[in-house]
T-cell receptor, first 113, second 111 residues
Framework: EPEVTQTPSHQVTQMGQEVILRCVPI?????FYWYRQILGQKVEFLVS????????KSEIFDDQFSVERPDGSNFTLKIRSTKLEDSAMYFC???????????FGEGSWLTVV | EDQVTQSPEALRLQEGESSSLNCSYT??????LFWYRQDPGKGPEFLFT???AGEEKEKERLKATLTKKESFLHITAPKPEDSATYLC????????????FGTGTQLKVEL
């Protein structure tokens, strides 16, 4: 069964460093997403991406965040200058379109120290 | 703004003891309501999508139902392997494609 894959599974970084989280969405999906979950809290929407551009973003997704689809299979989330409060599990997700099931990857656990 | 409230926050059941989880929602217009299962340290695993009031879906020991204001996830004769956090999320017609999640119900099924 097709699945969303994410790398790395866990990353520890120094505050102020740049981090890139990588994802391979399901191959025939057109919409890609990043969500995050701070430990013990709810899953929160960050950004959606369609047709090579951001289609929607939340208040959390400020100028330190960016997304990119560098080739036909990868989808990345970059955090330019990490802060302690960026420590969270980051989930990549994808689906075919509005109303269709959104499938999530296993997550990348980011720890900022 | 879309809102999702799940109750109870935590539920402890004996194996075989059936129960229901509640998800109350407020949206401008519902495009879909989604149930996911989340194991510790893992991503949400899709269970069901419900689109309109009165709709029901079943999978093994789980059954999801939907009204205009809430959804229930019924668990019949649960087993220890059903222990997980169950997440409810909504997608609204006015909210693009994003999902708005509740905080989840942490279910523990004991022998």
């Amino acid at each position: 069964e097709p699945e969303v894959t994410q790398t790395p599974s866990h990353q520890v970084t120094q505050m102020g460093q740049e981090v890139i989280l990588r994802c391979v969405p399901i191959s025939n999906h057109l919409y890609f997403y990043w969500y995050r979950q701070i430990l013990g809290q709810k899953v929160e929407f960050l950004v959606s991406f369609y047709n090579n551009e951001i289609s929607e973003k939340s208040e959390i997704f400020d100028d330190q965040f960016s997304v990119e689809r560098p080739d036909g299979s990868n989808f990345t989330l970059k955090i330019r200058s990490t802060k302690l409060e960026d420590s969270a599990m980051y989930f990549c997700a994808s689906n075919r379109g509005p109303g269709n099931t959104i499938y999530f990857g296993e997550g990348s656990w980011l720890t900022v120290v | 703004e879309d809102q999702v409230t799940q109750s109870p926050e935590a539920l402890r059941l004996q194996e075989g003891e059936s129960s229901s989880l509640n998800c109350s929602y407020t949206v401008s217009g519902l495009r879909g309501l989604f149930w996911y299962r989340q194991d510790p340290g893992k991503g949400p695993e899709f269970l069901f999508t419900l689109y309109s009031a009165g709709e029901e879906k079943e999978k093994e020991r789980l059954k999801a139902t939907l009204t205009k204001k809430e959804s229930f996830l019924h668990i019949t004769a649960p087993k220890p392997e059903d222990s997980a956090t169950y997440l409810c999320a909504v997608q609204s017609t006015g909210g693009g494609n994003k999902l708005t999640f509740g905080t989840g119900t942490q279910l523990k099924v004991e022998l």
